[in-house]
């Protein structure tokens, strides 16, 4: 069973006053976070769940409301919807970089293409959700970015009260939200700050004198040496390479040791001692600053996987199904063979969802898609595109009786009942099929004549299959 967590509970502590900022504070005060949406149920629904975690709230209703709000006051976080009817998302992001607005902004919208999210996280958003999202996980997504504020926050703070001296440096270096480290032309951690213990799990002592190729996942040293091994200056030295890294986690007493893999981006350059003359100047290592981005990297993955699958069945949406059959279909004309493409409509669907309510239908969608995924073959992909509607694409066939075969079970095993709220609930399917090259050669053929197939049966009987332009087979 999987646990939910609530949201790590992190305290802040500024160092010259030693003030102590506990959730929802940013430098002794409620952390200041303007929520941007046109529907007022949602920007109700978001002021009553922040309204209790200290945070200091401001409402705008509409892009140019926002634009108002961002121009008179300054906020430390913005929850930005990208669909609004006057000025949507992306231009109040260029509104915001325009004018260096220092604020951190979470996207949220409903938009289930890949563009968008892309765009905004090219704008810098620090989190995409997308609609609709679990309550902890906007909640964590917000503490998370406000925790990472915080150090920014406290440097920009105490620049005015340090003077340029050994302890200002040492205090910026160690609260640093990124590593920074100095190796020797050996390649052993000369310096390491306090930040290795947060991201890497080590104490800096413990690195110091250790290789730097302990850190780094074995498929990624080869090109780890060149970053390490920084031996240039200036334009040219190495920026934003991507390594990962290994988490050192140990228990004090059983001395067990747990490696998960982190996505760091590395910019490194040599340290040479001070002369005049280049071709005298004495190398002596390497100095280089971190930056871990293993959960934006994730975050971007998680956006890319939403943008092909649909989130109720898991299963791949109408886009990635149209891509696999593209490329399927190159394949065949390549090898000379055929192909099936499935059009799947479930009957009595909608008098479920009418009884039962959406929510059971769509328990119901999710047990459809379970069961008809066990009679795939291999290489097959069957997809959700929209409502109780199902495609498959079956490559390879060696003839249409393998497309008969997996109709046949599909008919078969959506038979069986289904255990609903406690109550057993009978459907069965209209199956429509066409295949390559007989019923067409390109994409939006065979999806049309399996669509026409599955009305074929539908009218006529339900509760079977039947081929484009062939006699129907009727209930099976």
């Not at 050192?248 to 001692?273: C, K, P, W």
């Not at 995924?373 to 694409?393: C, H, I």
Request: proline content about 4%; glycine content about 6%; charged content about 25%.
């Amino acid at each position: 069973m999987m646990k939910v967590l609530a949201p790590e509970v992190a305290v802040a502590i500024d160092a010259p006053s030693g003030r102590i900022d506990a959730p929802g504070m940013v430098q002794g005060r409620p952390a200041r976070l303007l929520l941007v949406d046109d529907e007022p149920r949602i920007l109700s629904s978001l002021c009553e769940l922040l309204q209790g975690l200290n945070y200091h709230l401001t409402t705008a209703a509409c892009g140019k409301d926002a634009i108002e709000q961002l121009s008179k006051r300054t906020f430390d976080l913005i929850l930005l919807d990208l669909r609004m009817p006057d000025i949507d998302g992306q231009k109040i992001m260029d509104f915001i970089i325009d004018h260096r607005i220092d604020a951190t902004v979470i996207v949220q919208s409903g938009d289930t293409g890949i563009n968008s999210a892309a765009e905004s996280l090219k704008r810098g958003a620090y989190a995409y959700l997308r609609k609709p999202y679990r309550m902890e996980e906007l909640l964590s997504t917000i503490a998370n970015a406000l925790q990472e504020r915080r150090p920014a926050a406290a440097n920009r703070e105490i620049f005015g009260g340090f003077e340029c001296s050994e302890r200002f440096y040492r205090y910026l270096v160690d609260s640093s939200p990124d590593l920074i480290y100095t190796l020797n032309p050996a390649g052993r951690f000369t310096f390491v700050n306090g930040r290795a213990q947060q991201l890497l799990g080590y104490q800096p002592e413990e690195l110091l004198g250790q290789h730097y190729s302990a850190l780094i996942h074995e498929e990624d040293v080869e090109r780890g040496y060149f970053v390490f091994n920084e031996r240039r200056v200036g334009e040219r030295a190495s920026r934003n390479v991507e390594l990962r890294l290994k988490y050192h986690g140990a228990d004090i007493q059983e001395r067990v040791f747990d490696h998960t893999l982190m996505n760091i981006a590395f910019s490194s350059i040599g340290m040479y001692s001070p002369s005049s003359d280049l071709q005298t100047r004495e190398y002596f290592g390497t100095s280089g600053i971190a930056r871990d981005f293993t959960e934006r990297k994730r975050a971007e993955e998680q956006i890319s996987y939403h943008a092909y699958h649909d989130i109720l069945t898991d299963l791949p949406n109408r886009m990635l199904f149209r891509d696999r059959l593209n490329l399927a279909l190159i394949q065949a004309a390549r090898n000379k063979t055929e192909l099936a493409v499935m059009f799947i409509d479930l009957d009595l669907f909608k008098q479920v969802n009418d009884s039962f309510g959406h929510v059971t239908g769509d328990e119901l969608l999710q047990k459809v898609a379970s069961r008809l995924k066990e009679k795939l073959r291999r290489g097959d992909t069957l997809a959700r595109v929209g409502g109780d509607e199902f495609t498959l694409l079956l490559p390879d066939l060696r003839g249409r009786d393998d497309a008969a075969l997996i109709a046949e079970k599909f008919v078969e095993c959506l038979q069986q009942p289904f255990l609903l709220s406690e109550h057993a609930v009978h459907i069965s399917a209209s199956i429509g099929i066409a295949v390559y090259p007989d019923d067409g050669d390109t994409l939006d053929d065979l999806i049309r004549h399996a669509d026409i197939a599955m009305y074929q049966v539908k009218v006529n009987s339900k509760n079977g299959y039947g081929f484009y332009n062939s006699p129907m087979l009727g209930p099976l």
